[in-house]
């Protein structure tokens, strides 16, 4: 495998932040980007308390828990990556954002250097046509909680070379410990693709009283064995980046299934996004 000392992280949100932390426990250094100083203290203090998370439940040493933190650096500047051996994109899920992004880092970073995206929706070629180089760029997308998940989904687009997926395959399996499905690059990949409507009707079911939202959780917990239930699920991700998948699945696929329900435009126009804001469909 091509030699991976330091990788860029951009966005250390919910998603980024656990990139962050799963690479610095791996041994390699990492530098992430955020938008501002304080945005870069925040997701710093996420990763310092989930490590002393996992240091307090004996996952992990404490000299290794201050060990990996020595590794990370943050910044505001994406030019920073200059020197990254591979770039893992995780910020907000918004086309055009995104589109910029990838713009930057493909001006800023080597040309060799590989650029992931961490996306739940938007498709591969979109990001490496942004990028200039998308024989280099393919989806690596991460499940939250990013330390305790073991599934890494893995997207070549059209152009996506072999020898880049193949760099991604086995960083994400030799050097993270995960396991890796491949999917092709249409919007939502495998997961969302299928999670998506499932939450959608899952709020829809809510929305016109059918049952409680406990209820609802508790027979699909209970009842189907999953380790939470759609509106908890729905919480745990962050409304609006359920909202925001959703609106890309919706533009490349059209349909009912697809569209929004109210009560979760309500919710994100209201500002509560899931637990990340202190509440959603619960108060957390
Ligand atoms: N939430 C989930 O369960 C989940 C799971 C898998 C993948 N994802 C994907 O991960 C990505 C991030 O989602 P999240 O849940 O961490 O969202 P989040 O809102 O918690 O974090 C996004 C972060 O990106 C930062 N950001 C936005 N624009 C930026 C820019 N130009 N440069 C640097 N930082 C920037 C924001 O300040 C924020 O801290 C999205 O693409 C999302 O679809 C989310």
């Known amino acids: 495998m091509q030699d991976i000392r330091r990788v860029g992280v951009v966005g250390s949100g919910l998603m980024g932040s656990g990139i962050v932390e799963v690479v610095a426990r791996a041994g390699l250094a990492v530098t992430f980007v955020e938008g501002d100083d304080a945005l870069v203290a925040a997701g710093r203090d996420r990763v310092r308390a989930s490590l002393e998370r996992a240091v307090a439940?004996?996952?992990l040493g404490?000299?290794?828990g201050d060990a990996a933190l020595g590794r990370i650096e943050g910044v505001t500047d994406v030019g920073a990556l200059a020197e990254a051996d591979l770039v893992i994109e995780a910020a907000t899920e918004d086309p055009a954002a995104k589109g910029a992004i990838f713009?930057?880092?493909g001006a800023e970073t080597r040309p060799e250097v590989i650029l992931a995206s961490n996306t739940s929706s938007i498709p591969i070629a979109t990001l490496g046509a942004a990028s200039g180089r998308p024989s280099h760029v393919v989806g690596m997308h991460f499940f939250n909680p990013?330390?305790?998940?073991?599934l890494v989904e893995l997207t070549p687009g059209?152009?996506?070379s072999e020898a880049t997926y193949e760099l991604a395959r086995s960083f994400a399996r030799d050097v993270l410990g995960k396991t890796t499905v491949r999917s092709s690059d249409e919007a939502g990949f495998i997961v969302n693709r299928l999670l998506i409507p499932y939450?959608?009707?899952a709020i829809r079911l809510y929305e016109r009283g059918f049952a409680t939202?406990?209820?609802i959780d508790a027979a699909i917990h209970l009842g189907l064995g999953h380790p939470m239930g759609p509106l908890a699920l729905a919480d745990l991700i962050g409304l609006d980046t359920v909202l925001s998948i959703g609106e890309v699945l919706r533009g490349a696929?059209?349909?009912e299934r697809y569209e929004a329900p109210a009560m979760l435009r309500d919710l994100v126009a209201a500002g509560r996004l899931g637990r990340k804001t202190g509440g959603g469909f619960y108060d957390a």
């Not at 990013?146 to 073991?150: A, G």
């Open 253 to 255: 696929f059209g349909g």
């Open 199 to 201: 939450l959608y009707d």
């Open 57 to 59: 439940r004996g996952k």
């Open 146 to 150: 990013v330390p305790v998940m073991t």
């Open 62 to 64: 404490a000299g290794d």
């Open 158 to 160: 059209p152009a996506t």
């Open 103 to 105: 713009a930057r880092l």
């Open 213 to 215: 939202r406990e209820d």
